[in-house]
């Protein structure tokens, strides 16, 4: 059996106590996103994680369960609360790990808007060369672990993930199993911290309005081929931004 663990995050549905969990940066966007849209930002991340979750309970031969009830040496599907793998993902890795135990990777997608100009030339770049470098060998979930205490850091961290994995592809000594693409999509919605500006301390109400336009019609468009899966997923997406107006 795999599992998947999805990392710690706000309660969603307790709007008071998740606003008093949000870093004065992140306040401050939350508090324009309130009285720009119909739907509060709390409200909007809680339906995004009911989506997720049953995106989740559709993988099959994995269950979801929290870090404690997991079993030591159980392979880990990390994920943050609003993205998704493939319905096989969990039978491709049960698969692998019957020769052993190994660290497991595949290629990561999105399903995004970009966040500005220079990261949507690296997007361009990546689309005309394929083989062009991440800055990271891991995202948020396109990669696995086996349960370990060591391993508890990694799971949660995709950036201390991306340093070992690197480590450990350059030796290459086989600890790193690869899975073909399409096993799991990032999903960086409107409400993503990424989206509204993680690195700048504020976010104006024109360019939230701009994105917020760019989101309507990206859950509309249809998927590449071998992510076809996501097409339930992204119809739930398409109704919630067609449910969320200008106030």
């Given at each position: 059996?795999?599992y998947?663990?999805v990392?710690p995050?706000?309660?969603?549905s307790?709007?008071a106590?998740?606003?008093a969990?949000?870093n004065?940066?992140?306040?401050a966007?939350?508090e324009?996103?309130?009285?720009?849209?119909?739907?509060s930002?709390?409200?909007?991340r809680e339906?995004?994680?009911?989506?997720s979750r049953?995106?989740h309970?559709?993988?099959?031969?994995?269950?979801?369960i929290?870090?404690?009830e997991?079993?030591?040496g159980a392979?880990v599907l990390?994920?943050d609360?609003?993205d998704?793998f493939?319905?096989?993902?969990?039978r491709?890795?049960?698969v692998l790990?019957?020769?052993?135990?190994?660290?497991?990777?595949?290629d990561?997608r999105?399903?995004?808007?970009?966040t500005d100009l220079?990261?949507?030339a690296?997007?361009i770049r990546?689309?005309?060369?394929?083989?062009?470098?991440?800055r990271?060998t891991c995202?948020?979930n396109?990669?696995a672990l086996?349960?370990?205490t060591e391993?508890?850091?990694?799971?949660?961290?995709?950036?201390?993930?991306s340093?070992a994995?690197a480590?450990w592809?350059a030796?290459?000594?086989?600890q790193?199993?690869?899975l073909?693409?399409?096993?799991?999509v990032?999903?960086r919605?409107?409400s993503?911290q990424?989206?509204?500006?993680?690195r700048?301390?504020?976010?104006?109400r024109?360019?939230l309005?701009?994105?917020?336009?760019?989101?309507?019609?990206?859950?509309?468009q249809?998927?590449?081929?071998?992510?076809d899966?996501?097409?339930?997923?992204?119809?739930m997406?398409?109704e919630?931004m067609d449910?969320?107006?200008?106030?």
């Amino acid at each position: 059996m795999v599992y998947i663990w999805v990392r710690p995050t706000l309660d969603w549905s307790d709007e008071a106590a998740s606003m008093a969990g949000l870093n004065e940066s992140v306040r401050a966007k939350v508090e324009l996103w309130n009285v720009t849209f119909n739907i509060s930002y709390t409200r909007f991340r809680e339906r995004v994680a009911e989506i997720s979750r049953m995106n989740h309970s559709a993988v099959e031969d994995a269950t979801r369960i929290d870090w404690e009830e997991i079993p030591d040496g159980a392979i880990v599907l990390p994920v943050d609360d609003d993205d998704w793998f493939a319905p096989t993902a969990g039978r491709a890795l049960e698969v692998l790990a019957a020769d052993g135990e190994f660290a497991y990777l595949w290629d990561a997608r999105w399903i995004e808007v970009p966040t500005d100009l220079h990261y949507a030339a690296y997007l361009i770049r990546r689309r005309l060369n394929p083989n062009h470098r991440s800055r990271w060998t891991c995202a948020t979930n396109n990669y696995a672990l086996h349960k370990r205490t060591e391993t508890r850091a990694l799971l949660g961290s995709h950036v201390g993930a991306s340093r070992a994995f690197a480590a450990w592809l350059a030796k290459d000594d086989g600890q790193v199993k690869h899975l073909r693409a399409g096993l799991s999509v990032a999903n960086r919605t409107l409400s993503s911290q990424t989206t509204l500006g993680l690195r700048k301390p504020t976010i104006s109400r024109p360019v939230l309005i701009l994105k917020f336009h760019l989101y309507k019609r990206l859950y509309r468009q249809p998927p590449p081929p071998e992510l076809d899966w996501c097409r339930p997923y992204l119809a739930m997406m398409a109704e919630l931004m067609d449910e969320l107006q200008l106030a």
